[in-house]
């Protein structure tokens, strides 16, 4: 059903979800740092290139299996209509909910969890190289660890992913989000819930000049 709900998803067996986040396109609200380099405009086209490296990833690794998920999870919650008629209506539509960042991912998971999904990754749309092999990565280690996390050069993470039966939303209480302390901080959450962790290739988070210059020399 074109523009469905979080609702609506069937539960399948063994199920794997991937929920991609990301903020509305809005001018101005969008990399907001590396617009005050480049402009309101030319942040939101890159973004919105970004968006579309995440998904174009994300759908080559869900087609391999049909027990593979897409949800498109969005902020802030009254924009559904916008990021609808950006990215089109035939996908799974989730509307970020909580006071901060930790709050919405935290949500996410959990209603994910409660709709059926064994595992569940969160995936960012700052990390122009990401790769299916990444994603695939991801859930893959996640038969033998608690988490799963996919570190970047800023000190943040760009995906973070967890089992069903091992979730704890400690990991995303009370951060200091935006710090180059959150991957380490997060480590140091699973260490005193007793959580196995695995990484996941280190990439560089595109939120400044500096970084797209970093970016685009890789690529």
């Known amino acids: 059903?074109?523009?469905?709900?979080?609702?609506?998803?069937?539960?399948?067996?063994?199920?794997?979800?991937?929920?991609?986040?990301?903020?509305?396109?809005?001018?101005?609200?969008?990399?907001?740092?590396?617009?005050?380099?480049?402009?309101?405009?030319?942040?939101?086209?890159?973004?919105?290139s970004f968006v579309r490296a995440s998904l174009s990833a994300a759908r080559a690794w869900s087609?391999?299996?049909?027990?593979?998920?897409?949800?498109?999870?969005?902020?802030?919650?009254?924009?559904?209509?916008m990021v609808m008629d950006w990215l089109g209506r035939d996908d799974i539509f989730l509307?970020?909910?909580?006071?901060?960042?930790?709050?919405?991912?935290?949500?996410?998971?959990?209603?994910?969890?409660?709709?059926?999904?064994?595992k569940t990754v969160i995936l960012g749309t700052d990390?122009?190289?990401i790769r299916p092999d990444h994603i695939k990565q991801a859930f893959e280690r996640l038969d033998a660890t608690d988490l799963v996390l996919g570190p970047s050069l800023d000190g943040g993470y760009w995906l973070i992913g967890a089992c069903r039966n091992r979730f704890s939303p400690t990991l995303f209480r009370?951060?200091?989000?935006?710090?180059?302390?959150?991957?380490?901080?997060?480590?140091?959450?699973?260490?005193?819930n007793n959580l196995t962790w695995s990484e996941l290739e280190m990439l560089q988070d595109v939120d400044t000049l500096a970084d797209?210059?970093?970016?685009?020399?890789?690529?």
């Open 174 to 192: 009370k951060m200091n989000w935006g710090t180059p302390t959150v991957f380490a901080d997060t480590i140091d959450r699973c260490r005193e």
């Open 127 to 129: 990390v122009p190289q």
């Open 1 to 48: 059903m074109p523009g469905k709900e979080w609702t609506i998803p069937s539960v399948k067996k063994n199920k794997e979800v991937l929920l991609i986040f990301l903020r509305a396109p809005e001018p101005g609200r969008v990399k907001t740092r590396l617009a005050r380099d480049v402009g309101d405009e030319k942040a939101l086209a890159l973004y919105k």
């Open 95 to 118: 509307a970020q909910s909580g006071a901060d960042l930790g709050q919405r991912m935290a949500g996410a998971m959990e209603d994910a969890f409660e709709l059926g999904a064994q």
């Open 212 to 219: 797209l210059n970093v970016v685009e020399n890789h690529l």
């Open 63 to 81: 087609d391999q299996d049909r027990y593979r998920e897409i949800w498109i999870t969005y902020y802030p919650e009254d924009k559904k209509d």
